[in-house]
């Protein structure tokens, strides 16, 4: 689903998703002399989705490729960052920044409490995750839960192309580390409107995507696309549902989200990651703690506590469909 709030700008050009980051970085490393763009593969072949392509040509030796070397990769970021530089580096798949952990942990993400404030990270790290035919257990996980249990690092992930294009900048931008987590599969698809240029974004926010009066149904990434077909589906029987898409999970937007489940008196939270330890029991744990009468108890839907298996058909039945989120939240609220 396209954003339209921006299709009336003049400015906009229809982009896809991939397109839209290509963009965002061209728009930082002109803008910003202090930006370094690396990673694996990223420079020369343009990446392996493509979405760098040509920026090491306009852009010469502040875009390069590196070895096979997560922890060197945001290592040397880190220093970089704290040298006066502004780092934008490629995890290819967020299941290889495992690798590399101890360096956003324990280092990217002390940098500016560990200095008293003296000193800043402004590192952005791109990744992208998500469950995709044939990608096997090793690069299907979605992880960010494990990142937003980190102080001191920004999470965000975007789901259209205007906002793969903005957040992006955003976290550029930002002085703290900012983990983008883009989405594979949209990186061909996911075509919209997108306004260039503009002004840069602070860090957090929602998206209201869908207005409703019998339930909220918060989600993120591209399992936004499943729940606005559901919401579709389930408005044609007479229910109405509120899809909030939580485009910065931190900062995290609670207050917006608990006046919408106050409203509504139900909250439904939908992302692809595992249910056990996701970052659903959080958001469903901040609406509980504001004391919020909900009529039912909250549901978490994602993925069952499993590895993703490469065969299309059962990573097609793992993963929660339009048909599969709608059947679930109508049964949720006849109980």
Known sequence: ??????????????????EAVNAALRRCLDERPDT??????????????????GLRRDFGDRVFDTPISE??????????????????????????????????????????????GELTAPVTIRTQQGSAPGACAQHSQSLEALFLHVPGLRVCMPWTAQDAYDLLVAAVASDDPVLVIENRTLYPAGKGPVALGGPVQTPGGLRVRREGSDATVVTWGAMTARVLAAAAGLADEGISLEVLETVWLNPFPTDEIVASATRTGALAVVHEANVTGGFGA?????VAGRGVPLRVPPLRLGLPDTRVPAAPSLVAGLLPGPDAVAGSVRDWLRT
Not at 6 to 17: F, G, H, K, S
Not at 282 to 286: C, M, P
């Open 282 to 286: 959080e958001v469903v744990a901040r």
């Open 36 to 53: 370094l763009l690396y990673g694996e593969d990223i420079a020369k072949p343009g990446g392996v989705f493509g979405v760098t392509r």
């Open 71 to 116: 922890s060197a990769i945001l290592g040397s970021a880190v220093g970089a960052a704290m040298l006066g530089r502004r780092p934008i580096v490629e995890i290819m798949w967020v299941d290889f920044s495992l690798v590399a952990f101890d360096q956003v942990v324990n280092q990217l993400a002390n940098v500016r409490y560990v200095s008293r």
């Open 1 to 18: 689903m396209p954003d339209t709030s921006v299709a009336a700008r003049p400015e906009a050009r229809e982009l896809t998703y991939g």
